[in-house]
């Protein structure tokens, strides 16, 4: 019994690092096997005191009407799967599903919650709504009145990340 306490401070330590390891893990897996799609948006809120400068990013596939929704009723807070193919330049929904969905060969899946549910529509959360960017950064993009869009990343579970940031279609660098 005496041996195993010696353990004890390790597994401390070990237990919190596993788990960050299986977070970033995840967030790597999505970036090295997903695939890139090309979302609209639009910024909303800049800067946070405790998080430093991000853009909160606003979605047109984040607001789902009766005619994408079908016969489906969603309530707040539960699981929504989208199908979006490319239209034109950007990425849309499809169709949507409470399970993930079969795809077409042309087809991605996003995996989101629904924050607000209406009876003509619903709005949801994909889990790429914030994007940090360096101290100062934030106002400029969102004073910005330029076309913004988003590289996205979505792997084969309907995960997603936003990869890079775009102005005019040129790629957002930060010094």
Avoid at 27 to 56: C, M, N, Q
Avoid at 69 to 80: A, K, P, S
Avoid at 98 to 104: Q, Y
């Amino acid at each position: 019994m005496q041996m195993n306490k010696k353990y004890v401070p390790l597994l401390f330590g070990l237990v919190p690092a596993i788990v960050l390891l299986l977070f970033l893990g995840s967030k790597l897996y999505t970036v090295s096997t997903g695939e890139e799609i090309l979302l609209d948006t639009a910024p909303v809120d800049p800067r946070d005191l405790f998080r430093g400068d991000y853009v909160i990013l606003s979605y047109s596939i984040s607001t789902i009407d009766n005619e994408t929704l079908g016969d489906m009723q969603f309530e707040r807070q539960e699981n929504i799967y989208a199908s979006l193919s490319k239209k034109e330049k950007f990425w849309t929904v499809d169709s949507v599903s409470k399970t993930k969905p079969s795809l077409n060969e042309n087809q991605v899946c996003l995996k989101g919650e629904i924050i607000q549910s209406r009876s003509n529509r619903v709005s949801a959360t994909w889990g790429i709504e914030s994007y940090f960017v360096p101290e100062g950064e934030g106002r400029p993009i969102e004073r910005s009145r330029q076309n913004l869009s988003v590289i996205v990343v979505v792997d084969s579970s309907c995960n997603a990340i936003v990869k890079d940031l775009l102005i005019n279609d040129t790629i957002v660098k930060f010094d």
